[in-house]
Every structure is written in C-alpha cells, then in structure tokens.
C-alpha cells in the first residue's frame, strides 16, 4: 500500500476507518464475496481508478487485512481471491497453534 500514491494512500485509510467505525457499512464501501466462508472486498475508488483490498473479521471485531490490487476489468480474478483465502485460512490456523 505504500507504493501507492498520498491520494490513494489517503483513500484506502478512509475506507479502513468506515468499515472500523460504522455499524452498518454501505455496500459501495464493503462488499461480501459470494461462495466464500466471511471473506469481504474493501472497494476503493478514486476518479476512474478502482483498487480492492480482501478482509475479513476476527470475532465480529478486528479487520484483517489481506492482498490488495487495481481491479482493470469487472469481475475479480479467481487467483486474486483464492489468494485472500489462503491467506485467510493461514491466519487462523496460525492463531490457532
């Protein structure tokens, strides 16, 4: 994320503090996955540019963040997703040791 521009950097903060801070965070914002178990996509845009960050939540509280990239076409690809979850399942079974 740091290789990101300020501005971008700034944007993706912003979405971070919605989705830490509202109690229902609109869609446009945060956006479950379908066909996946509590995997979620922080949607980031700014002007024509669209950035997506995979989350998920650790006992209804804590954010975790995951792999993030610039989205360039409509669907999200499968290996951007299957990554976030072996992502996803490597945390817990860390936490869980």
């Known amino acids: 994320m740091l290789k990101q521009p300020k501005k971008v950097q700034d944007k993706i903060f912003k979405v971070i503090e919605i989705i830490e801070t509202y109690e229902r ?5 945060l956006k479950a996955l379908v066909g996946t178990k509590g995997l ?7 002007g024509s540019d669209i950035w997506r960050v995979f989350c998920f939540f650790d006992k209804g509280k804590l954010v975790i963040l995951l792999n ?17 979850v072996g992502l996803m ?6 936490k869980n040791k």
Do not use: M
């Not at 979620?40 to 700014?46: C, F, G, M, Q, S």
């Not at 993030?68 to 990554?83: A, L, R, V």
């Not at 399942?89 to 860390?94: K, P, Q």
């Open 68 to 84: 993030g990239f610039t989205k360039k076409s409509q669907k999200t690809q499968k290996k951007e997703i299957d990554k976030a």
């Open 89 to 94: 399942n490597s945390y817990y079974e860390d």
């Open 25 to 29: 965070v609109p869609s446009t914002y």
């Open 40 to 46: 979620y996509e922080a949607r980031i845009k700014l």
